[in-house]
């Protein structure tokens, strides 16, 4: 059973920068897929963010790109989620995903089989 754990969030100012971790443990290795996704109050659960844990694939919403970065550390089977130029819309709660298969839609929550229980990223004015 895989489990995932978030860290890193918090409360920053508009400008400021984040970079949130996400430690996986009891995955087996293989083609497996780790995207970040949030939601925010009142709206639905988006898509952020994936990466391979094999290759240098990686996506970004047009939202978040040029000011996120997606990366991993394979040896601490850990996947971060650098975040600058933050902005109040990126106000959310931050959660991380892992696909047991190298999914067909990434970008889409269903793709995923295992959740981390999500940290608040609160970016204020």
């Known amino acids: 059973q895989v489990q995932l754990v978030e860290s890193g969030g918090g409360l920053v100012q508009a400008g400021g920068s984040l970079r949130l971790s996400c430690a996986a443990s009891g995955r087996t290795s293989g083609s497996h897929c780790l995207g970040w996704f949030r939601q925010a109050p009142g709206k639905e659960r988006e898509f952020v963010a994936y990466?391979?844990?094999?290759?240098?694939?990686?996506y970004y919403a047009d939202s978040v790109k040029g000011r996120f970065t997606i990366s991993r550390d394979n040896a601490k089977n850990t996947v971060y989620l650098q975040m600058n130029s933050l902005k109040p819309e990126d106000t959310a709660v931050y959660y991380c995903?892992?696909?047991?298969?190298?999914?067909?839609?990434?970008?889409?929550?269903?793709?995923?089989?295992?959740w981390g229980q999500g940290t608040q990223v609160t970016v204020s004015s």
């Open positions: 995903a892992e696909s047991k298969v190298l999914p067909n839609f990434p970008t889409t929550r269903y793709a995923y089989d295992y």
């Open positions: 990466i391979l844990w094999s290759g240098d694939s990686t």
